[in-house]
């Protein structure tokens, strides 16, 4: 989740152009666990604006490549060292997400990333491992 604060808003004199829209200089993550950056245009727009969107929710992740009016030109993964087993954050190529059960805990859920490089990082908040998932799905593929 990503947090915003006042001191961080950006008023600038003919912006934002849409009711609800903020500019923000920062935003804070108080949680070690992995999201997602995108750079998408809209098909509908002429000629294509491309814009970036950041997203740590799979959900939302997941609406943007349904929707049939947005072009997902990049996808990526951003992840804490705890996921990619490494010894930093590392925010690499997305090709897919798939969703699983925790065996311990059937009604909990644990995410499979998949990435053009060939590795594959759980994240389980019980720390499961990807043999160990249940009736894993795939949600999401990029191409």
Not at 26 to 36: I, N, R
Not at 102 to 115: G, R
Request: aromatic share 14%.
């Amino acid at each position: 989740m990503f947090e915003t604060f006042r001191d961080g808003e950006v008023v600038l004199p003919g912006f934002p152009s849409r009711e609800n829209e903020r500019l923000w200089n920062y935003c804070e993550m108080g949680s070690q666990e992995p999201w997602f950056y995108l750079v998408y245009s809209k098909r509908s727009k002429a000629p294509a604006t491309v814009r970036s969107f950041i997203t740590a929710d799979a959900a939302v992740l997941m609406s943007h490549f349904l929707d049939s009016d947005t072009w997902v030109r990049e996808a990526y993964l951003v992840s804490p060292s705890h996921v990619n087993q490494g010894r930093q954050w590392r925010m690499e190529a997305l090709k897919g997400v798939c969703v699983g059960h925790e065996p311990e805990s059937m009604h909990q859920i644990a995410y499979l990333y998949e990435l053009h490089n060939g590795s594959r990082y759980v994240f389980s908040e019980l720390a499961t491992v990807e043999a160990d998932l249940v009736d894993v799905r795939r949600l999401i593929e990029f191409q």
